[in-house]
């Protein structure tokens, strides 16, 4: 597509329960980051993919949250049993892969806004 | 250590006028990339501006430019001729040599008044 598409915009559920976000990546990106974003923050660094693999999944907060990207492109973030501190914006970028560059700079979706009550 | 630091939490500024966003970072990579990027209050984050740790030049992009002293370690965003379309959140951040992370500051909230 023409740019990061994440769905939902909007997750409101109830603590416990268990929630997908779905991103969507720029045709032919081959790196795919998650970031989350509390009010009033920077985007957090949660996982980032190369291709299908996540090469770099340090910033995972805990065992509650898993990410996959099974054929390279589109890719899902899940969380179990949530909790109200789970509440964020969830953000997901694509980018061409390689060295730091302005070639490969971060094209972000619109985010997917998670309330857990 | 913070790896980006922005000092900044408000800023206003006069329309038509010059504003500069501070930015500062922390890296023992050599090679290193800094960025900006613009969050209106709809949520999404636009890339505004490159800034590569070798290039002679400072960046600039329109009325956007980046007023980079190695050195200093310091990064800042110079808007020049503010509009009202420029109100938003403005994030400083850094990829490094050695990794894939981009890293995020805290972000600078701009204000341009008519």
């Known amino acids: 597509g023409a740019g990061v598409s994440q769905t939902p915009s909007n997750k409101v559920t109830e603590k416990g329960k268990y929630v997908e976000l779905r991103c969507d990546p720029i045709?032919?990106?081959?790196?795919l980051y998650w970031y989350r974003q509390s009010l009033g923050q920077g985007p957090e660094f949660l996982i980032y993919?190369?291709?299908?693999?996540?090469?770099?999944d340090s910033g995972l907060p805990n065992d509650r949250f898993f990410a996959v990207r099974p054929e390279g492109s589109v890719s899902t973030l899940k969380i179990q049993r949530t909790e109200r501190g789970d509440s964020a914006m969830y953000l997901c970028?694509?980018?061409?892969?390689?060295?730091?560059?302005?070639?490969?700079?971060?094209?972000f979706g619109a985010g997917s806004r998670l309330t857990v009550l | 250590a913070q790896k980006i630091t922005q000092t900044q939490p408000g800023m206003f500024v006069q329309e038509k006028e010059a504003v500069t966003l501070d930015c500062t970072y922390d890296?023992?990579?050599?090679?290193?990339?800094l960025f900006w990027y613009k969050q209106p209050s709809s949520g999404e984050m636009i890339f505004l501006i490159y800034?590569?740790?070798?290039?002679?030049q400072n960046a600039t992009e329109g009325r956007y430019s980046l007023n980079f002293q190695k050195a200093r370690k310091s990064a800042n965003l110079v808007i020049s001729a503010s509009q009202l379309g420029d109100s938003a959140m403005y994030f400083c951040?850094?990829?490094?040599?050695?990794?894939?992370?981009?890293?995020f500051g805290t972000g600078t909230s701009l204000t341009v008044i008519p």
């Open positions: 890296t023992s990579d050599p090679s290193y990339g």
């Open positions: 951040a850094m990829r490094e040599i050695t990794g894939n992370q981009f890293y």
């Open positions: 800034q590569g740790s070798y290039d002679q």
């Open positions: 993919f190369q291709g299908t693999g996540a090469a770099d």
């Open positions: 970028a694509s980018s061409f892969a390689g060295q730091v560059s302005g070639a490969n700079v971060l094209t």
């Open positions: 045709s032919g990106h081959t790196a």
